[in-house]
């Protein structure tokens, strides 16, 4: 075989690879969409049919109808948003020092902070619960929005550290030279060009905020308080009685919001991810 036909072998079988791993990951999303359009009659059924016979658009009626539906939506962007600003406005200082200031101990930070990225919120939600009880910030948008931006800045900073590496410093120093502190420097010169870095880190941050549920499920138990991921949990059999293709269907439109800015931005997302991976 030649050289040439080796190399489309190979092409071949990642394709074929991908495809299975696309296929794996799919399958349960699609199966999912599959009953949120199923009729009740369809759902216990003992044949498996991915598309059912009578598709209907009702289920996602029903669960728009539902009053509570709408509040656990705009508590999930209000969350994500929130925590995802709050993230970039402790990552970008942070992670500019971390790219232009030399200092004893430097790479162990920088390890540190991935070391706390590893930390599971598992292993620490419970004296985190009892310390915000303490102070008063459980039932909180607040609080949790305090700790959706304390586990998602440490990465960030390393993100964004490897995107600022990327910048001169020269431009920086042109701008001192004129007058400006560091500080001002940063803010007119550092910041504008880190522009697509930031806004990269943001939506990937508030698509995590988006899908996060063991803190808001942990401090928050007011229903009118609850993001969208927690809500979905007690949409069935808690607040109302709710159909499982309903919640399929709840499911769905929960899921949509971030596959649409996912793939609307990939580019941007996939270019901070390998900035900050093959930098500093």
């Keep these: ?15 074929v690879a991908f495809g299975v791993i696309c296929l794996f990951f799919a399958g349960p999303l699609l199966w999912l969409v599959s009953l949120s359009i199923r009729t009740s009659a369809e759902i216990y059924v003992s044949s498996i049919n991915l598309w059912p ?16 539906f709408p509040t656990y939506l705009w508590n999930g962007l209000k969350l994500a948003v929130g925590g995802a600003f709050g993230a ?15 200092f004893r101990n430097k790479q162990l930070a920088m390890i540190g902070l991935l070391a706390v990225q590893m930390i599971s919120p598992l292993v620490i939600m419970v004296p985190l619960y009892r310390y915000m009880d303490r102070i008063g910030l459980t039932d909180s ?12 800045a440490p ?19 042109a ?28 939506v ?23 993001p969208i991921a927690v809500g979905i949990f ?31 931005l990939q580019r941007f997302i996939i270019g901070a991810l390998m900035s900050g991976a093959v930098k500093g």
Aim: with cysteine; proline share 6%; charged share 10%.
């Design 1 to 15: 075989m030649t050289t040439l036909g080796r190399t489309r072998l190979a092409d071949v079988g990642t394709y």
């Design 141 to 152: 948008h607040v609080g949790a929005m305090m700790l959706y931006i304390a586990i998602a």
């Design 155 to 173: 990465l960030f900073t390393w993100m964004l550290k490897g995107f600022l590496d990327g910048i001169p410093r020269s431009l920086e120093e």
């Design 175 to 202: 701008a001192m030279i004129d007058g400006c502190t560091r500080f001002g420097a940063f803010m007119r010169v550092v910041l504008p060009l880190s522009l697509p870095g930031l806004t990269s880190a943001f």
């Design 53 to 68: 016979n009578n598709p209907t658009l009702e289920n996602y009626v029903a669960a728009l109808n539902n009053p509570l």
């Design 234 to 264: 007690n949409f069935q059999g808690t607040y109302s009685q709710t159909s499982t293709q309903t919640l399929a269907a709840a499911s769905v439109i929960s899921i949509v919001p971030a596959v649409v800015v996912f793939l609307v």
């Design 204 to 226: 990937l941050n508030a698509i995590l905020g988006w899908s996060q549920f063991i803190i808001p499920f942990i401090l928050i138990s007011k229903p009118n308080l609850l």
């Design 88 to 102: 970039i406005f402790f990552a970008a200082p942070a992670a500019y020092a971390l790219s232009r200031f030399r």
